[in-house]
């Protein structure tokens, strides 16, 4: 591994912001003619022509400005350096590829780094149809950018009334009959639920207040490494897949086991 100063999490968030413009720029090139939809395997689980295509533009712009970290993404094979820096990027290109398929606006791509102790150091999610754009740095905070404002975010008033938890499903019909067993002691303590589908942005929402929390089982890295950054950042607990963080109520357990989570801080 190549001996290099502890990279500046601001400097990776600049590289993190540029690949995930790059990704939605793609995005928003959105063609009905264009899109070559495919199943990756389970019912449900989309790839259109745009997941590779905005995956290599965010994967040229990583290698270009940072060409001895090591990036992984949801489409492309692992591309790792002969003298890696330490540094890993974990990209998802389009989250939300069903969205995007049917021209639902929740959709982003989303570009996180990792050092080796596993620490998350700057993320971003780009949503080009809601012209918003969402970033963190590893202690600067979340911010967003939307129709020409900016905003610091501070998660969702933990007094409001009338709570919204944000939650997603799995493809799996054996899982999902699972989370729907378990969905009403879920609820417990919220007025009602919220499927975007799109993790990235669900974590996002807590983050901006649009949402009071989220519970999702099963999720992949590259679908919580940027949201759950920003939310974090947001001054929100977070507890993703495996971490010893996760602390969840049995109800949580039998509904979203292995689950990237966040509550608002008591």
């Not at 090139?29 to 533009?57: I, P, Q």
């Not at 993404?73 to 049917?102: C, K, M, Q, Y």
Request: charged share 25%.
């Amino acid at each position: 591994m190549t001996e290099a100063p502890a990279p500046d999490p601001l400097e990776l968030l600049d590289v993190a912001r540029q690949a995930a413009a790059a990704g939605a720029a793609v995005l928003a090139k959105r063609s009905e003619a264009g899109l070559h939809v495919e199943n990756k395997g389970a019912s449900g689980d989309w790839v259109t022509a745009y997941d590779t295509e905005a995956e290599y533009a965010v994967r040229e712009v990583i290698n270009r400005l940072r060409p001895f970290d090591t990036v992984t993404g949801e489409e492309l094979e692992a591309s790792v350096p002969e003298e890696p820096s330490g540094i890993r990027w974990s990209v998802d290109p389009l989250d939300g590829t069903t969205n995007f398929i049917r021209n639902i606006p929740f959709y982003a791509t989303s570009v996180a780094a990792v050092n080796a102790d596993g620490d998350w150091l700057a993320g971003a999610v780009h949503a080009p149809a809601l012209v918003r754009v969402y970033w963190a740095a590893r202690g600067h905070g979340a911010w967003l950018a939307e129709h020409g404002s900016l905003r610091r975010l501070h998660g969702p008033d933990p007094e409001r009334t009338g709570k919204l938890l944000g939650t997603g499903f799995s493809y799996e019909p054996e899982v999902r009959t699972e989370q729907y067993a378990g969905l009403a002691e879920l609820m417990e303590g919220y007025a009602d639920l919220r499927r975007l589908g799109s993790a990235a942005l669900d974590l996002c929402m807590v983050a901006d207040g649009t949402l009071d929390a989220y519970a999702e089982r099963g999720l992949n890295e590259h679908d919580f490494a940027a949201g759950a950054l920003i939310a974090e950042e947001a001054g929100l607990t977070v507890g993703r897949p495996g971490s010893p963080q996760r602390r969840m109520g049995d109800a949580e357990r039998l509904a979203a086991v292995t689950t990237a989570w966040l509550v608002p801080p008591s």
